[in-house]
């Protein structure tokens, strides 16, 4: 089955600066990966996904970009404020229609 | 429209005690999952509902633990003999069968064991 590894485990920036969270996949399958924010006390909530025929997509202030050779892809914010602070999980889906989620990164953004 | 809804959100029950947790998904959405989290830990996989088609149970942790869902409506994750390392948030989520994988969450049920 897939297997998603996530880095790093907590990730710490000051307001205005980038912050950037990699992870890396096993299953040259998977052809689905999102990412959710998941705040304190709440669920998960899905901010911006890729699919494997693209290698980058943008919403705003955050970007996602995908490396399918080396089977990694990565969560960029730019312009980081204090509400994005959160726990970061990626994730990695095939033909099973089942998401594999990496363990989570805490991102602290300070004033 | 209405997000994924779980009730209660939250369970205080003890060891050895049984507990039912529900889950209301987005109106029209097939697929529904359950999953665990612990405390400062990530998403684990418990069970997979799509359409009529059977269960998806794999990730179910024991026989203790079972899920049911009615058609395309609610679904309950039940718990028997409950244990203190079944202490974690119970996270369900729905998708809409199109793109199955863009899985919405509820906030959750926090159950503690004592």
């Known amino acids: 089955g897939e297997n998603v590894e996530q880095h790093p485990s907590t990730l710490s920036v000051q307001e205005g600066d980038s912050a950037v969270i990699k992870c890396t996949y096993s299953d040259s399958a998977s052809n689905y990966f999102p990412w959710y924010k998941q705040e304190l006390g709440k669920g998960p909530q899905l901010i911006i996904d890729?699919?494997?025929?693209?290698g980058e997509k943008k919403d705003q202030r955050i970007a996602v970009t995908l490396n399918k050779t080396a089977k990694h892809f990565s969560l960029h914010i730019t312009e980081t404020q204090p509400e994005d602070s959160a726990v970061y999980f990626c994730?990695?889906?095939?033909?099973?229609?089942?998401?594999?989620f990496g363990t989570g990164t805490r991102l602290q953004v300070t004033l | 429209g209405a997000g994924v809804s779980q009730s209660p959100s939250n369970k205080v029950t003890e060891k050895g005690k049984d507990v039912e947790l529900r889950c209301d998904p987005i109106s029209g959405h097939t697929a529904l999952y359950w999953y665990r989290q612990r405390l400062g830990q990530g998403l684990e996989f418990l069970i997979y509902?799509?359409?009529?088609?059977?269960?998806?149970k794999s990730g179910l942790p024991s026989d203790r633990f079972s899920a049911e869902r009615t058609g395309e409506s609610v679904s309950t994750l039940t718990i028997q003999r409950t244990q203190q390392e079944d202490s974690a948030v119970y996270l369900c989520?729905?998708?809409?069968?199109?793109?199955?994988?863009?899985?919405?969450f509820g906030p959750g049920t926090r159950l503690t064991v004592t």
């Open positions: 509902f799509q359409g009529n088609s059977a269960p998806d």
């Open positions: 890729i699919r494997s025929n693209v």
């Open positions: 989520a729905s998708s809409d069968g199109i793109f199955f994988y863009e899985q919405y």
């Open positions: 994730g990695g889906a095939g033909t099973a229609s089942k998401l594999t």
